[in-house]
């Protein structure tokens, strides 16, 4: 039971001009492709190959490094495709606003907070919106790290995340990570983001 590569629901250009088709491009058919058969390789003929993604990355300190870096970035790579759309922008609305209010004081603090937790990730890694007990927090991990992680400094569902490697965003944006995290508030589809809300 190999994991498969997903299939974007848009265009490699679709997210232009805030993310660049070649970028896209390069990132899905290279990197994404990378983790997928590398972490298909991890785990072959072992016990791990019947797992779904979510048990690997809840138990990943048993686990190799390996599986650790791949299956992360397998997963990590599905949801950042799946909260982005050419349609997306603007604000979320409903429970997930009200959420986001009660929990960082209105959309504009929440922005700030998430912006920060993604500028100030020193070196590679990832900014995530999480669910924790009905809560929402923000936080970072490094390299393909990430929330459901049983190591994870801060546990939780992720329900909107920011690649920050630089292969997200140099083509482009070069050593300006700021601009490329504005850019990107221009491209999240808030009804997915609302969806891993629940
Ligand atoms: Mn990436």
Redesign the pocket.
């Known amino acids: 039971m190999a994991f498969e590569l997903p299939k974007l629901a848009y265009d490699y250009n679709a997210l232009e001009p805030y993310i660049d088709a070649q970028t896209m491009e390069i990132?899905h058919s290279k990197?994404?492709a990378g983790y997928t058969n590398n972490l298909n390789n991890a785990i072959k003929d072992s016990e791990l190959e019947n797992k779904s993604i979510e048990d690997l990355l809840g138990n990943i300190s048993n686990y190799s490094v390996a599986v650790r870096n791949n299956g992360g970035?397998f997963y990590?790579?599905k949801l950042?495709w799946d909260i982005m759309s050419p349609k997306g922008g603007g604000e979320p609305s409903g429970d997930l606003l009200n959420a986001i209010d009660k929990n960082f004081g209105s959309f504009v603090d929440f922005k700030n907070l998430f912006n920060k937790a993604a500028a100030t990730r020193f070196g590679s890694g990832w900014a995530w919106l999480v669910k924790q007990e009905g809560k929402l927090l923000i936080t970072s991990t490094p390299n393909q790290d990430n929330p459901l992680m049983d190591l994870a400094e801060v546990k939780g569902t992720p329900i909107l995340g920011l690649?920050v490697?630089e292969?997200?965003y140099y083509l482009k944006y070069q050593n300006k990570r700021p601009d490329y995290i504005e850019a990107f508030w221009n491209v999240i589809d808030w009804d997915q983001v609302a969806k891993r809300f629940g």
């Open positions: 990132h990197h994404h970035g990590n790579h950042f690649d490697w292969h997200a």
